[in-house]
Nanobody
Framework: QVRVVESGGGLVQAGGSLRLSCAAS????????MSWYRQAIGKQRDLVAA???????VYVDSVKGRFTISRDNAKNTVYLQMNSLKPEDTAVYYC???????????????WGQGTQVTVSS
C-alpha cells in the first residue's frame, strides 16, 4: 500500500554535489520522520540525516556542514543535498519513511530500494 522510491544518485568527482530525492506514495495519512541512510561495501547501514514533519533535523557528524536534508510535505518527498562530496561518501543511499497509512497514528518504517552514490578521487 506504501511505496518509497529514491532517485538522484550517480558518479561525481570529489568536491562535487548531488541531490537525492525520495518520494513516498500510496495510502498515506501522515509521515513523521523521513531519513537517509547509507551503506558502503563491507560496512553497516548508518543514519546520515533525518527530518521530522515539523522540520526538525538531525545529521551524522561526518556530513554536518556539507549535507542538507529537507522535505516537501505536500509531495511526501524528502531531499538530501550533498555538497563537497568525498570518496568516503560513496555508498548506496537508502530512504526511510515513518508512515501512518491511516488516521490511527500507527507509524511503520518503509524503505526505498536504494540509489548508488559514487565519489571519485
Amino acid at each position: 500500500q506504501v511505496r518509497v522510491v529514491e532517485s538522484g544518485g550517480g558518479l561525481v568527482q570529489a568536491g562535487g554535489s548531488l541531490r537525492l530525492s525520495c518520494a513516498a506514495s500510496g495510502t498515506i495519512f501522515g509521515i513523521k520522520w523521513m531519513s537517509w541512510y547509507r551503506q558502503a561495501i563491507g560496512k553497516q547501514r548508518d543514519l546520515v540525516a533525518a527530518i521530522e514533519s515539523t522540520g526538525r533535523t538531525v545529521y551524522v557528524d561526518s556530513v554536518k556542514g556539507r549535507f542538507t536534508i529537507s522535505r516537501d510535505n505536500a509531495k511526501n518527498t524528502v531531499y538530501l543535498q550533498m555538497n563537497s562530496l568525498k570518496p568516503e561518501d560513496t555508498a548506496v543511499y537508502y530512504c526511510n519513511a515513518d508512515i501512518s497509512p491511516y488516521s490511527d497514528y500507527k507509524y511503520l518504517d518503509y524503505w526505498g530500494q536504494g540509489t548508488q552514490v559514487t565519489v571519485s578521487s
